[in-house]
């Protein structure tokens, strides 16, 4: 079991250093934060501040700080800290406990190094604190009359299915100049926000009604003094028990809360906010499904429902009706049947005396989506007439089509999808489509229009019939995508002298932001539900590679919260759900909820974030007490971990542990043989999150006891496993049967796993390393990286980079080879398995911290550690961004002459750097100092700025 650790102190050794003088002063700090976002509109009262120390000279350190904040509208000065004595630059603490809510304002820092020199101040940044549950001034949740849709009018009393409405108000906005306009908005399910005619923003919140979402928008550009201001709202509702989409309250699930804020340059405030002096009406464009009566049952969907897991619905728009101008001043109702809305009431809303979910809280949400638009990479006519647009990769997108010569009333069925049939058209069968309707239906309007859908989903190809674009001369212009993901502000780079590898590295990268949406999504075609295993896998991804951290604080939250809802008493206390937020209820997989302590001491690592760690460890722990209610005393032994499915009714492919998923790519583990008995893999993930409990409870200063009670449960398992499951050679065996006879079977996750988590005795990793490598790959995406992680820590780095690149066998190479562009849910989909199925790229971790040879060594990166590999791969390159900034290394290696590294380490870093003993020879700004010889390796310690590694040095 091995983690983080400590910074290492070294001494100069006389090796070749060349140390040069620090002659210069330190730059003024860069990458100003708050709660590691920049210009944040939704930050906590007692937000967390960050930068990054800028120094031209090498091995600095920031030895003290000074921080200004500011009103951001008055000017005022509201805290300064004076020069305090620190050499933290990440996850400070505001000097006001308490910052007022729903306010602007603006800081700055500056540094001393270790010479006692002073930075500049770094140019001001921006933040918003958050509005509470208390900030609303009044705002009150409104909707649309509840009235049966084939009025054209409201909505059922249960809402429509999918049901779009339009709202809107005017408002006359005094002559002061405004310095400062924010928007706040909150909507079950969907929104987008306009202001005189333009979009501003769109949002969303697929959270339970207690556990909502609002989002804040700086529109300081869109509200001009001495104007009539027109706000319109496009919200989208639709009702489906299904994969990350709660309904809502029962009596009104639908509903939407706006307050918007303008400062002017007088003092003044202008506040709007959602009340009965709006106006709404439905959606005239889209086209309303149509439902059926089930006696005794809700009102479920007909062939409007895009499949039976995302939720969602296929749209049906009607360019004609669109009611012109309903979101521009002077706006005169025609086009839409505008009416006074039903006032659900004023937020927060009191909780029901039926404890029925209520809109009673609402969190400000931090993380936003990135929407650029791409156009297609190609456009093939068919011998129909058809015209077919590429758009090079699988996205989660909206196509966006221009006609020049629209026809009213033309029914025009856009078709999107993964793949193509061999005669050039999409793929229609239930694999390519992931069993789920693709497509969108337009119904035109005469003349020139432009057409996108409301909803994202996944594809690549978009086709149009040959009716719609006869006589059109289209361009790529004319067929786009605008392609959504995370805010992904800081690339990993990666490149080597392989060139498969590369492509992996992009492949695996752009599948998790596929994959990363409004959550971690499974898929975002089927199943766009935030399933736990797929969100710890992603996370990781995008935390590494794409330098993201709100989502993934979010997603632990979120996944956190679902034990409080459901998992709370009895039995089933300490488990969390397998998808949430989710409308089908409590649902569990037994070793999903035993990832979940071993993901939050990653985020830890990453971050050195203890916040967030401090809000769920009491969660933590009773999933520890979970796991220990179901080991044997009489083995030491995990033995039938209960679960697998909703509370009291468990799903055969899930019970006791999912093992690996799909059922496929499980490789002949012995999934019979152990049921009621004991799961190797179920033990190793119980290891690793007793372990993790430990580190976090030692991490967060918990008492010497419970981190010994946390040691003890890992370490007795620990003692079991390796006496109880495994073979005479070392090799683990997948489990035990009811009786306790040992499973025939070895299969390569029960191995994997041990080496992956470090508690393999040492005198047998060879024996089990040789076994898990002879099986080649046989394990699905959803666990490859365990695999990966395994036998590099057994030494095995060919092996690593060998299953990275086999176009020939399972794995990730073979999906480029067949013409893949994002990572599938298994090696080879069939039914309706995905071909968007971000898990599998959990991986590039590996290809960062194994063939490029970089790892976060102590939490929030106040150590890395840099050891480029002895394999077949000649030479790699990359830029790995960690919390304290990023981290350079480029290593090339010949034959004969030994490694050459050059690595460069951001101000505040130290860095272990460990190359081979053919390789021993250290210079350049960090001051190498040797640490330790040993094992064919060398050992320095060296600090910030660029120092190079090599025989030749």
Not at 259 to 267: M, Y
Not at 404 to 432: C, I, K, Q, W
Not at 692 to 703: K, N, T, V
Not at 842 to 851: F, M, T
């Amino acid at each position: 079991m091995t983690g983080p650790t400590e910074p290492p102190t070294g001494s100069l050794e006389d090796e070749p250093v060349e140390h040069l003088v620090q002659d210069t002063d330190p730059r003024a700090p860069a990458h100003l934060t708050v709660d590691d976002l920049v210009r944040p509109l939704s930050a906590g009262p007692s937000p967390r501040f960050g930068w990054l120390p800028q120094h031209p000279g090498g091995d600095q350190v920031q030895t003290a700080y000074q921080l200004r904040l500011l009103d951001a509208v008055t000017g005022r000065l509201v805290a300064d800290t004076g020069r305090v004595d620190s050499p933290e630059f990440q996850q400070v603490r505001c000097p006001v406990p308490d910052l007022p809510t729903g306010e602007a304002f603006t800081w700055t820092v500056r540094t001393w190094d270790r010479d006692g020199a002073v930075s500049p101040y770094a140019p001001e940044e921006g933040f918003d604190t958050a509005l509470t549950d208390r900030d609303w001034s009044g705002a009150q949740w409104v909707r649309r009359v509840p009235a049966p849709p084939a009025t054209g009018s409201g909505t059922t009393s249960l809402d429509a299915y999918d049901d779009y409405t339009l709202a809107r108000l005017e408002v006359d906005v005094p002559a002061s100049p405004v310095v400062r306009a924010r928007v706040h908005v909150a909507a079950s399910k969907q929104y987008e926000l306009h202001l005189d005619g333009a979009v501003v923003a769109r949002g969303h919140a697929f959270g339970y009604p207690s556990e909502g979402y609002s989002q804040t928008t700086d529109v300081t550009a869109h509200v001009r003094a001495g104007t009539r201001l027109a706000i319109g709202v496009v919200h989208h509702y639709w009702v489906g028990t299904c994969q990350g989409n709660p309904p809502g309250p029962d009596g009104h699930p639908s509903g939407f809360l706006l307050k918007l804020v303008a400062d002017h340059a007088d003092g003044s405030r202008t506040t709007v906010v959602s009340d009965g002096t709006w106006r709404v009406a439905r959606a005239p464009q889209w086209c309303a499904p149509e439902v059926d009566d089930v006696p005794g049952s809700p009102r479920r969907y007909t062939e409007r429902y895009r499949n039976d897991d995302a939720g969602d619905y296929w749209e049906e728009y009607d360019a004609r009706a669109e009611p012109d101008g309903w979101d521009r001043p002077g706006c005169d109702g025609r086009g839409a049947n505008w009416e006074e809305p039903v006032v659900v009431g004023e937020h927060p809303l009191p909780p029901r005396a039926d404890g029925a979910p209520e809109f009673t809280r609402l969190h400000a949400q931090e993380t936003r989506l990135e929407r650029t638009e791409r156009e297609a990479v190609s456009l093939t006519r068919l011998p129909d007439g058809s015209l077919v647009a590429d758009l090079g990769q699988v996205v989660s997108a909206v196509p966006v089509l221009r006609f020049r010569r629209g026809v009213a009333g033309r029914r025009v069925r856009v078709l999107t999808g993964y793949t193509l049939d061999p005669d050039g058209r999409v793929a229609t069968d239930r694999t390519s489509t992931q069993g789920s309707r693709t497509w969108f239906d337009l119904v035109q309007r005469d003349g020139e229009q432009e057409v996108r859908p409301f909803t994202y989903w996944g594809f690549r190809y978009v086709q149009l019939p040959a009716e719609a674009v006869a006589g059109e001369e289209p361009t790529s212009a004319d067929v786009r995508a605008v392609v959504q993901h995370t805010e992904a502000p800081h690339p990993a780079g990666f490149s080597s002298s392989e060139p498969v590898l590369d492509e992996v590295f992009e492949l695996m990268r752009h599948s998790a932001l596929v994959c990363a949406q409004e959550q971690f999504l499974d898929t975002p075609t089927r199943e766009k539900g935030q399933f736990t295993a797929d969100a710890i896998n992603i996370s990781a991804a995008t935390t590494a590679a794409c330098g993201e951290r709100a989502l993934t604080r979010q997603a632990i939250r979120e996944i956190v919260a679902s034990q409080a809802r459901y998992w709370y008493e009895g039995e089933f206390r300490g488990r969390v759900n397998a998808v949430y937020p989710n409308g089908d209820g409590p649902r569990d997989i037994p070793d999903f909820t035993e990832m979940v302590p071993g993901w939050v001491w990653q985020h830890h690592v990453e971050t050195g974030d203890l916040e967030l760690p401090e809000q769920v460890y009491p969660a933590l722990v009773e999933i520890g007490e979970y796991v220990q209610r179901a080991t044997d005393p009489a083995t030491g032994l995990v033995t039938a971990l209960p679960g697998g499915g909703s509370r009291g009714r468990e799903n055969a492919v899930y019970r006791q542990g999912i093992v690996d998923w799909p059922a496929a790519v499980r490789y002949g583990y012995d999934w019979d043989g152990t049921l009621d008995g004991v799961r190797t893999p179920v033990n190793a993930w119980a290891v690793d999150a007793h372990a993790s409990l430990a580190r976090l409870a030692r991490a967060l200063g918990r008492p010497a006891q419970e981190v010994a009670r946390h040691e003890g449960r890992a370490s007795a398992l620990v003692r079991a496993v390796n006496a109880r499951l495994r073979r005479p050679d070392g090799v683990y065996v997948d489990g035990l049967a009811p009786d306790g006879t040992p499973s025939a079977h070895a299969g390569q996750i029960s191995s994997s796993l041990p080496l992956a988590f470090g508690f393999v005795p040492v005198a047998d990793v060879a024996a089990v390393a040789d076994h898990v490598q002879s099986l080649g790959m046989n394990q699905g995406p959803m666990t490859a990286h365990r695999l990966l992680q395994g036998l590099a820590a057994a030494g095995r780095t060919d092996a690593v980079l060998h299953l990275l690149t086999d176009p020939d066998a399972d794995g990730w190479a073979n999906v480029l080879a067949r013409g893949g562009t994002c990572c599938w849910e298994q090696w080879n989909p069939v039914d309706d398995q995905s071909y968007s199925h971000g898990w599998g790229a959990q991986a590039v971790v590996d290809v960062l911290e194994v063939l490029l040879g970089v790892r976060v060594a102590a939490p929030g990166a106040a150590l890395v550690e840099v050891r480029p590999p002895v394999c077949s791969l000649r030479s790699a390159a990359g830029t790995r961004w960690t919390q304290r900034g990023p981290v350079e290394v480029r290593w090339s290696r010949e034959e004969g002459t030994g490694t050459e590294l050059e690595v460069r380490v951001p101000v505040g870093v130290q860095a272990r750097v460990s190359v081979p003993a053919d390789s021993r020879g250290a210079r350049g700004e960090g001051r190498p100092r040797l640490l330790e010889e040993g094992a064919g390796r060398v050992t320095y310690l060296v600090g910030s700025g660029s120092s190079t590694f090599g025989r030749g040095v």
